[in-house]
């Protein structure tokens, strides 16, 4: 599933390839601004991004992606 995440007065935003359901991210993004200091998410490879909550735009969760077709397909 695809993660888009905004980072005020960043031009780029974050894109990652998370194995966590909608609802997992969600939970994340919210006990997040609940009073947590950073938004933490692990990407599909293991990495853990970090992003403070003072700095965060939005966080736009894609749908499961039941199955990829073509080149590079795993």
Known sequence: MEVRIGVQNV???IIMESKQTPDE???????AL???SSLQLK?????LI???VQ????VEIGE???RRVGFGAS
Do not use: Q
Not at 25 to 31: E, G, K, P, Q, S
Not at 43 to 47: A, C, N, V
Not at 55 to 58: R, S
């Open 11 to 13: 031009a780029r935003e």
């Open 25 to 31: 991210v969600a939970a994340a993004v919210d006990a």
């Open 34 to 36: 609940g009073g947590g």
């Open 43 to 47: 990407d599909e490879k293991g990495r």
């Open 50 to 52: 970090v992003v403070p």
């Open 55 to 58: 700095a965060l735009a939005y």
């Open 64 to 66: 499961e992606e039941l």
